[in-house]
């Protein structure tokens, strides 16, 4: 079998503001074969970058577009080719945008592989752990404490673990991020997960400290990325110094980083996503040092349908999996990219064992939302 293209199409939702909610637009990476196989993924990222890293003419042996190094390879050579990638954009690359694509195209490959074998993907990395796993709401954090009651009696009739308040206004406002939290816990009542992404909001790190203390009356679950992920000494010192569990992971972009906050203790969970870290083929690696450390794996998961695919299988054959991320944005996006969106039931998503990821792409919102 022999790669013929590498496709990067872009969809956007217009009515989106700039802002946007995370679901705003997406880039799709399609691997085509000569054999009429093709594997589809998604890229949580900047899609023009990441199209551009795909497309890119070649400078020179070191500075290379993604899709010339794939060009007329054996797709099945999934980790020869990861390695290949990673070698010839080494100007442009090593992380960021360049891992990102990367590791499109490294699920891509595994989905080919998956629907050349037939065989779900999970089997071709380690076999199936579980068959289904249950989910957290993700969603981002409102402005009053009226909104976060109303967004918590909405989504948790659904039966969900728990619910996470990230983004918004959290990080600015001691006092008002403590007051919404308390609205929270009592709207959720003592039972259910409360978990807070500070995303990377704090800089002052008394006030993250004192923050920090305070959640532990409302019993938070888990404080993400407190700080700048660079400030490795300050998350290690923050998770001694409160009751609470620390969390990262979805902006590392390589394994090395990963194996350096295992090492130096910075978290408690750590949080890849799969399309940034390097793919499954990384994750894989991920996995297993975190695995040898005791550190549960939660992935980051806030985007579309087809990036949950390729999370749920990554899940499935993960031994210490603690729950799936649910994005609780209910856009076109992120809820029609895919043919048969994934259903939550009683608070637990089933992971589909079909060949690959199991999934296929809505054509008709793709066409819809395409802008490149
Ligand atoms: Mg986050």
């Not at 590791?103 to 065989?119: C, F, V």
């Not at 969900?160 to 308390?182: E, H, M, T, V």
């Not at 590392?252 to 194996?259: G, I, N, Q, R, T």
Request: contains cysteine; glycine residues 8%; negative net charge.
């Amino acid at each position: 079998m022999k790669i013929t293209d590498v496709e990067a199409i872009i969809v956007r939702q217009p009515e989106i503001s700039l802002i946007g909610d995370g679901t705003q637009d997406s880039v799709i990476i399609l691997v085509h074969t000569d054999e009429g196989i093709t594997g589809i993924a998604e890229v949580d990222s900047a899609p023009f970058l990441v199209k551009a890293a795909i497309e890119m003419p070649d400078s020179h042996s070191a500075c290379r577009g993604l899709k010339n190094i794939l060009l007329g390879e054996n797709p099945l050579d999934i980790e020869r080719l990861w390695n290949k990638m990673y070698h010839y954009s080494y100007y442009q690359g090593r992380g960021g945008v360049v891992m990102h694509a990367i590791s499109g195209i490294d699920m891509a490959l595994w989905d080919i592989m998956g629907k050349a074998l037939h065989r779900p993907v999970s089997q071709l990395i380690g076999g199936s752990c579980r068959e289904k796993i249950p989910a957290y709401i993700s969603i981002l954090m409102p402005e009053t404490e009226e909104e976060v009651k109303k967004l918590v009696d909405y989504h948790m009739v659904q039966g969900y673990s728990g619910i996470k308040f990230g983004w918004g206004s959290l990080g600015q406002d001691p006092k008002r991020d403590i007051a919404l939290i308390r609205a929270a816990r009592e709207a959720l009542g003592s039972e259910k997960k409360l978990m807070i992404d500070i995303a990377m909001g704090w800089d002052d790190y008394k006030i993250a400290l004192n923050t920090c203390h305070a959640f532990e009356e409302y019993n938070v679950f888990w404080v993400e990325e407190p700080f700048c992920v660079e400030r490795k000494a300050d998350f290690s010192k923050l998770r001694s110094e409160t009751a609470l569990n620390i969390t990262a992971g979805e902006e590392l972009c390589h394994v090395d980083e990963f194996d350096t906050y295992i090492r130096e203790g910075c978290v408690d969970i750590l949080q890849p996503d799969m399309s940034r870290c390097g793919g499954l083929t990384a994750a894989r690696k991920i996995r297993d040092l975190a695995c040898r450390s005791g550190i549960p794996i939660i992935p980051h998961n806030f985007k579309s349908g087809l990036l949950m695919s390729a999370t749920l299988q990554f899940i499935a054959a993960l031994p210490n999996a603690l729950y799936l991320e649910y994005c609780g944005q209910e856009t076109v996006l992120s809820r029609q990219l895919i043919a048969e969106p994934i259903q939550v039931k009683d608070g637990w998503v089933s992971i589909p064992d079909s060949p690959g990821f199991g999934v296929e792409l809505n054509w008709e919102t793709v066409e819809k939302y395409r802008v490149s």
